[in-house]
């Protein structure tokens, strides 16, 4: 065998090797939709958008509270993470040389790696037990100490991005520091730093640890944010681990809910923001 | 030899560059000039007078320290932690270093080696200047932009486009726009650090020729890689080396007759 046929030969099976475990990688995502639509498809229907849930062992009832539930955490865990974390990513990208920025950057990349349960558990201290009650805000302030590392993180990273020339560009023309970032620097950037924000809000939408003893759960609607409230990773563990083959049907079809919501940000975030949306960078 | 004619026809009366023997204040007045980068000395001792409304050109060879000189004229240098200035920059007369830095860099524009037009619409990139500055009213600012592409032999080109990115235009044109963008606040002082390197030789004699033309109301400092460039058109010459201003004269007296065998040296390719 010539060399030559030999490189042939070792390149194609380089290439082989790596396209089938690109395509193993895709194929998950795929197989994991397919069960669930087999599992929890039949459950899906009008009724589980807009029924409560019914007792154990009577068969229907949806879960319209968990699916409000999840969006209000949800939402309050935006309204409390996404402002930190974008201002502190400035901070960091900006102004980040020193001790305390490298410090900073230290935890958040700790607090990235923290177990999402502790967070539930530093939530339960901080606010149910001091209101001595389960509440959607101490939910909500648990996934937002999830949220706001990565997004701290992500803003740095897209804002470091950002070519210097532009950033002279601005100071040259006698902009101020903060605004050449806040017409040059951030809309350059604002692409990459929306679509973390997004992946980082479809990443806390699904977990539930954090949420078992801050929001609970309820099998109501929720009287206000500061009572228990139903959530669906919640619902999905209760619900997946109870005797009734019609709840198990149900757990599916809320896992199939999540995931179709978490692909329908993907797909937003990379739709909305997409070249042509706004100048290319 | 045709080209060196060009600026003694077109040019001003004069001034003997360096000096105010005829009377004629400089723009910019440089002196003991010693810059460092941390602990690395850039400059050393540079003296020179820069007079208004002609083109001065910069040359050397890399790391000479010139790109490092014009970035002290409007304090772009500032940008860079640990940088370090010592010495006396005087914009007509005024204490440059002294100066609000916002103030300086409106009064001294500066265009980049590489064309870097912001992501917005080529209106949005020359109005730019004059939104930091507070310049809202919208008659202003269109009459602004429209003046500004004129003055840097772009408008022709992009009046039908104006609300379209500024990345769809070409390398040469995105330059030129520059330009336009440093010119729309009515610079004193107009820096270019190399501003065609990145171009082809047709945008680069473009810009060439608009350079020309704004000298009339605007002193130009331009460093420069191509000596051929700095023939063409600087009146003023000096040449850089180590960090050390060796020759600074008229640039037919550079390029022609120089004093320092340093000078003969670079600009006969010997090195560099």
């Known amino acids: ?281 | 030899m045709g080209t060196l004619e060009r600026f003694t026809l077109a040019g001003p009366p004069a001034a003997i560059p360096g000096s105010t023997a005829r009377g004629i204040a400089p723009k910019l007045k440089i002196s003991r000039l010693n810059f460092f980068y941390g602990a690395y000395q850039a400059l050393h001792d540079v003296d020179l007078a820069i007079a208004a409304n002609r083109i001065t050109a910069l040359i050397g060879p890399s790391g000479c320290g010139k790109s490092t000189f014009l970035r002290v004229l409007n304090r772009m240098y500032e940008t860079v932690r640990g940088a370090r200035v010592s010495g006396e920059v005087l914009l007509d007369g005024e204490d440059a270093v002294a100066m609000d830095v916002a103030q300086l860099r409106r009064r001294v524009g500066m265009v980049f080696q590489k064309p870097n037009p912001f992501p917005k619409s080529i209106f949005e990139n020359v109005a730019y200047g004059l939104r930091v500055n507070r310049t809202r009213a919208k008659v202003r600012l269109n009459e602004a932009v429209e003046h500004s592409l004129k003055r840097a032999a772009l408008w022709d080109e992009v009046k039908d486009k104006l609300h379209k990115s500024a990345y769809a235009i070409s390398g040469g044109q995105q330059q030129r726009l520059c330009i336009a963008r440093a010119l729309a606040v009515d610079p004193e002082v107009l820096l270019l650090d190399e501003p065609s390197s990145a171009l082809d030789p047709i945008a680069t004699a473009k810009i060439e020729e608009l350079l020309f033309h704004l000298k009339d109301n605007c002193t130009i400092v331009i460093v420069t890689h191509n000596m051929q460039q700095a023939a063409r058109i600087a009146d003023d010459t000096g040449f850089f080396l180590l960090g050390k201003l060796i020759e600074f004269d008229k640039t037919e007296k550079i390029f022609k007759t120089p004093a320092k065998k340093e000078t003969e040296d670079y600009i006969t390719g010997r090195f560099g």
């Open chain 1, 1 to 281: 065998m010539t060399q030559h046929h030999w490189r042939k030969l070792v390149n194609g099976l380089m290439f082989s090797v790596t396209a089938a475990c690109a395509l193993a990688a895709v194929c998950v995502l795929f197989w994991i939709l397919g069960f669930l639509l087999w599992n929890g498809g039949s459950a899906l229907n009008f009724d589980f958008f807009t029924q409560l849930p019914k007792p154990p062992g009577e068969l229907g009832g949806g879960m319209a509270n968990a699916i409000i539930g999840s969006a209000q955490i949800v939402l309050i865990a935006a309204v409390i993470g996404i402002p930190i974390g974008f201002l502190g990513g400035i901070y960091l990208a900006e102004f980040g040389t020193g001790a305390f920025p490298f410090f900073v950057r230290y935890t958040a990349d700790l607090l990235n790696g923290v177990p999402s349960i502790v967070m539930g558990i530093f939530a339960y201290a901080m606010v149910v037990r001091p209101l001595h009650q389960f509440s959607a805000l101490a939910g909500g302030v648990a996934l937002s100490v999830i949220l706001i590392p990565t997004t701290i993180r992500t803003t740095e990273q897209f804002l470091r991005a950002v070519p210097l020339m532009l950033r002279e560009g601005a100071l040259a023309l006698g902009a101020s520091k903060w605004k050449s970032i806040a017409t040059i620097v951030v809309p350059a950037a604002i692409r990459g730093v929306a679509t973390g924000m997004i992946l980082g809000i479809a990443r806390i939408a699904g977990e539930s640890a954090p949420l078992l003893f801050t929001s609970f759960g309820n099998q109501y609607w929720s009287r206000s944010l500061s009572h228990p409230t139903a959530s669906l990773p919640v619902m999905i563990f209760t619900y997946a681990i109870s005797p009734y083959a019609d709840w198990h049907r149900q757990a599916w079809a809320a896992g199939l809910v999540l995931l179709v919501v978490m692909l329908v940000l993907n797909i937003g975030a990379r739709v909305v923001l997409a070249p042509g949306a706004s100048h290319r960078t």
